[in-house]
């Protein structure tokens, strides 16, 4: 079966660090990748999407960008925090090739100070 | 452009209550629709999902969801509220190709005794 990993679940960043964060997928090949944000009290925001291999979408513009090295890594990551970058965000795939629903990972609480 | 309505942010109902929590769609192609369930810092799990099959979608813990084309609709029901339920509820449809999903903005069901 499918699983998705997302770490760290909980981070506290001051303003002006930088951020990574991490997803992979395991138990399929080449699927679809997403990052979404949570804003307190708000729905999810996408913020990019990847197809492939290097091939990355941004969906708004902002402080952050995204990368997939591998198959099945996802990588958020800014080079200087904001404070507006504070959030919950949740890595997610789906199945290529059909119309089919996303699988989410746990969470990472982000917190900028 | 596919866009998602959830009607009330808040709902409360008592346990062994219907539970009804309200989604609408704008969709310019035929929708693919999803229910998701969200409990405190965690991840989103899917709860039921709407892909052009039949009308009345019958999904996980006691929930279902009946799709109507006339009325732009995919309201979420539960004929009796568990003390479990208490979560947040997302209604998302699917649009701009590669499974991109466009949320609502949540419902935060409260069950009390």
């Known amino acids: 079966s499918q699983t998705i990993h997302q770490w760290p679940a909980t981070l506290v960043q001051p303003v002006g660090s930088p951020l990574s964060l991490e997803c992979t997928v395991e138990?399929?090949?080449?699927?679809?990748l997403y990052w979404y944000r949570q804003a307190a009290g708000r729905g999810l925001q996408l913020l990019f999407y990847?197809?492939?291999?290097?091939?990355i979408s941004s969906e708004v513009p902002q402080n952050l960008s995204a990368s997939r090295p591998q198959d099945r890594q996802f990588i958020l990551s800014s080079k200087k925090l904001l404070l507006s970058d504070s959030g919950f965000y949740l890595c997610?795939?789906?199945?290529?090739?059909?119309?089919?629903?996303?699988?989410f990972g746990q969470g990472t609480r982000l917190t900028v100070v | 452009a596919q866009s998602v309505t959830q009607l009330g942010s808040h709902v409360s109902v008592s346990e062994g209550a219907l539970v009804l929590l309200r989604c609408n769609y704008s969709?310019?192609?035929?929708?693919?629709l999803f229910w998701y369930v969200q409990y405190p810092n965690q991840g989103l799990q899917l709860l039921l999902k709407?892909?052009?099959?039949?009308?009345l979608v019958k999904g996980i813990n006691g929930f279902e969801a009946e799709f109507k084309k006339s009325e732009t609709s995919f309201h979420l029901t539960k004929p009796s509220a568990h003390m479990s339920d208490a979560a947040e509820y997302f209604c998302a449809v699917s649009g701009g190709g590669y499974n991109k999903l466009i949320f609502g903005a949540g419902t935060r069901l409260a069950v009390h005794p």
């Open positions: 969709s310019s192609v035929p929708p693919y």
């Open positions: 709407y892909t052009s099959a039949a009308t």
């Open positions: 138990g399929t090949s080449n699927p679809n």
């Open positions: 990847s197809v492939g291999i290097g091939q």
């Open positions: 997610a795939w789906s199945e290529s090739g059909k119309q089919t629903e996303a699988f």
